[in-house]
C-alpha cells in the first residue's frame, strides 16, 4: 500500500534495524500529499501519525518509508527483505571476522616500522612486565623461605 493511500487505522510495520524489533503501529493521522518544503526536487510527501504518537514524512507514491533507525511499511514482505538483507550482511561481516583478526598482527608490524617511539614504548612495556613478574616471583620466594625458617625455629 502506498503512504499516500493510507487511511486512519491502517496498520503499518515498523522494524527499528538497531533494536532488532518489529511492532505494528496503526495510522492516527495521514496528511494529504503535498509539496516537500524542505526538498522541492523530492516530489510530493505525506506525513502520517502512528499511535506510538510519532509523526513520520514519506515520499507519497512510495510503499517503504526509512527514517533513522526504522523502516516503516505496510507491507510485510518489504519488512522481510529489509530483515533479509541486514541478516546476510551481518552473515557477511561476521565471515570476515577471523581474516581480520589476523590482519591485526600484521599491521601492529606496519606500525611499529612507522612509529620507532610506539615500538620503543612497547618494548619498555615488555620490559617492565617481566620484571614486575620476577620481583613476583622473588617475593614469593623469600616469603616461603622466611615462613620455613619461622616453623624450623619452634
Same mark, same amino acid.
Given at each position: 500500500?502506498?503512504?499516500? !493511500?493510507?487511511?486512519? $487505522?491502517?496498520? /503499518? #510495520? %515498523?522494524?527499528?534495524? %538497531?533494536?532488532?524489533? /518489529? =511492532?505494528?503501529?496503526?495510522?492516527?493521522?495521514?496528511?494529504?500529499?503535498?509539496?516537500?518544503? *524542505?526538498?522541492?526536487?523530492? @516530489?510530493?510527501?505525506? !506525513?502520517? =501519525?502512528?499511535?506510538?504518537?510519532? =509523526? #513520520?514524512?514519506?515520499?507519497?507514491?512510495? !510503499?517503504? @518509508? #526509512?527514517?533513522?533507525? /526504522?523502516?516503516?511499511? $505496510?507491507?510485510?514482505?518489504?519488512?522481510?527483505?529489509?530483515?533479509?538483507?541486514?541478516?546476510?550482511?551481518?552473515?557477511?561481516? &561476521?565471515?570476515? %571476522? !577471523?581474516?581480520?583478526?589476523?590482519? &591485526?598482527?600484521?599491521?601492529?608490524?606496519?606500525?611499529?616500522? &612507522?612509529?620507532?617511539?610506539?615500538?620503543?614504548?612497547?618494548?619498555?612495556?615488555?620490559?617492565?612486565?617481566?620484571?614486575?613478574?620476577?620481583? $613476583?616471583?622473588?617475593?614469593?620466594?623469600?616469603?616461603?623461605?622466611?615462613?620455613?625458617?619461622?616453623? *624450623?625455629?619452634?
Amino acid at each position: 500500500m502506498l503512504f499516500k !493511500d493510507l487511511k486512519i $487505522g491502517d496498520s /503499518l #510495520y %515498523v522494524y527499528d534495524r %538497531v533494536a532488532i524489533v /518489529l =511492532t505494528t503501529e496503526k495510522v492516527i493521522s495521514a496528511s494529504a500529499p503535498k509539496l516537500d518544503k *524542505g526538498n522541492v526536487s523530492a @516530489g510530493m510527501v505525506v !506525513d502520517v =501519525t502512528l499511535s506510538n504518537n510519532m =509523526t #513520520y514524512t514519506f515520499k507519497d507514491s512510495s !510503499d517503504v @518509508g #526509512y527514517t533513522a533507525n /526504522l523502516i516503516i511499511s $505496510g507491507d510485510k514482505s518489504a519488512i522481510l527483505r529489509e530483515v533479509e538483507a541486514q541478516k546476510a550482511n551481518n552473515e557477511a561481516q &561476521l565471515a570476515r %571476522v !577471523d581474516m581480520l583478526k589476523s590482519e &591485526l598482527p600484521r599491521l601492529d608490524s606496519v606500525i611499529d616500522l &612507522l612509529s620507532p617511539e610506539r615500538l620503543e614504548r612497547k618494548q619498555n612495556e615488555e620490559r617492565m612486565n617481566r620484571m614486575e613478574e620476577s620481583i $613476583g616471583s622473588l617475593k614469593e620466594m623469600v616469603e616461603q623461605m622466611l615462613k620455613q625458617k619461622s616453623n *624450623g625455629s619452634k
